[in-house]
């Protein structure tokens, strides 16, 4: 009689959670939504958010989104009781904790669940060293969000899909005058106050100023840009989910921001060959000439340099033809990815 063997059992697919505890959709929220659209569709794994309700629509429907209240503050004990649950029903092999509140959480559940934790600098303070030196396995967006770190860090900065320009700009967009973008929430740490300011003191000609963006501060920017009359060039476009198409047909972006992580606008602009001028914020310096980098806050600088790009557009571009190549190979979604999946592949090994 043969023997007979049962057949093998397949492996178990990895299973992969992200968490984050945001309160608005921005950078943050976009990284989380491009590596989970990633990880669904060039790995095995089963990919899972644990968020706040409000997101659940951002995700795919291959993404198990497990809706949780995290906008309780980071030491309250149902929060943290509600996840060490779900981690351990769920049985995942990896959390990936997104930010500050995430990462200061996991430091005091790790060693109840059994996954291994991997977590995210997104911006320049946070989570801070004194929480991530719990954490064997660690990532930052930029080489400044880490400057002052003891620690060691994989840089990895924030990269997304190659934009697949449409046409929604048409009708808003002044025919025949230069187009200056500027995509920004009108919160503080944007920085559209300078941004106008700076408008208002260079020689911008006929250009236009286009605000791709609405929030908060959206009044009173209105009344700054009468005040210092240069209605005539500033244009608000409020919110654009179709940014990707502004890109390809603007003749610059400006970035006046005083606090950033890896702006996604500044992927987006590369990708789509439009140069960018900006504060010195986030993975900025890292990623366009340095000549167009000017310091946080810097109104007279800022003017200057809007007037000399917009004085010579040629040599504007020029300066960006190497940067727009090392887009396509440095900041893609694939390239992000790519090298995130090696950090968790290197972290479930250990």
């Known amino acids: 009689m043969s023997e007979h063997k049962s057949p093998e059992t397949?492996?178990?697919?990895?299973?992969?959670?992200?968490?984050?505890?945001?309160?608005?959709?921005?950078?943050?929220?976009?990284?989380?939504?491009?590596?989970?659209?990633?990880?669904?569709?060039?790995?095995?794994?089963?990919?899972?958010?644990?968020?706040?309700?409000?997101?659940?629509?951002?995700?795919?429907?291959?993404?198990?989104?497990?809706?949780?209240?995290?906008?309780?503050?980071?030491?309250n004990p149902i929060l943290s009781a509600i996840l060490v649950y779900l981690m351990r029903r769920h049985a995942f092999d990896l959390v990936h904790a997104h930010g500050g509140k995430p990462a200061q959480i996991m430091q005091r559940i790790q060693g109840l669940i059994p996954a291994e934790v991997?977590?995210?600098?997104?911006?320049?303070?946070?989570?801070?060293?004194?929480?991530?030196?719990?954490?064997?396995?660690?990532?930052?967006?930029?080489k400044r969000a880490v400057k002052n770190s003891q620690l060691q860090w994989e840089i990895i900065p924030n990269g997304t899909e190659i934009p697949e320009t449409g046409d929604s700009y048409r009708g808003l967009l002044d025919e025949n005058r230069p187009a200056v973008l500027s995509v920004a929430r009108m919160v503080p740490a944007k920085g559209i106050d300078i941004l106008i300011n700076a408008w208002a003191r260079a020689e911008v000609g006929d250009a236009v100023l286009y605000l791709l963006g609405d929030g908060p501060l959206h009044d009173k920017v209105e009344a700054q840009v009468q005040s210092l009359g240069v209605e005539d060039s500033v244009r608000f476009v409020g919110f654009q989910r179709a940014v990707a198409d502004w890109f390809p047909v603007a003749d610059m972006m400006v970035i006046a921001s005083r606090h950033e992580g890896g702006p996604y606008t500044v992927a987006e602009a590369l990708l789509a060959d439009c140069p960018v001028l900006s504060t010195n914020v986030g993975y900025v310096s890292e990623n366009i000439p340095a000549q167009y980098v000017v310091p946080i806050e810097d109104e007279k600088a800022l003017a200057v340099l809007i007037t000399a790009a917009l004085?010579?557009?040629?040599?504007?571009?020029?300066?960006?033809?190497?940067?727009?190549?090392?887009?396509?190979?440095?900041l893609t979604l694939d390239a992000m990815a790519r090298d995130t999946w090696r950090v968790y592949l290197k972290a479930l090994e250990g």
Request: charge should be positive; aromatic fraction near 10%.
């Open 10 to 75: 397949p492996p178990r697919r990895h299973r992969i959670c992200h968490l984050f505890s945001s309160q608005e959709i921005g950078g943050l929220e976009k990284h989380v939504q491009e590596q989970c659209r990633w990880q669904l569709a060039n790995t095995d794994a089963e990919v899972f958010v644990i968020a706040h309700p409000r997101y659940r629509h951002m995700f795919d429907e291959g993404v198990q989104f497990l809706a949780v209240n995290t906008d309780r503050g980071r030491r």
């Open 118 to 142: 991997i977590i995210t600098r997104h911006n320049t303070g946070n989570p801070k060293d004194k929480v991530s030196k719990h954490f064997r396995n660690r990532i930052a967006v930029s």
């Open 311 to 330: 004085g010579d557009p040629g040599k504007l571009r020029d300066s960006y033809a190497p940067y727009f190549a090392r887009a396509r190979a440095r």
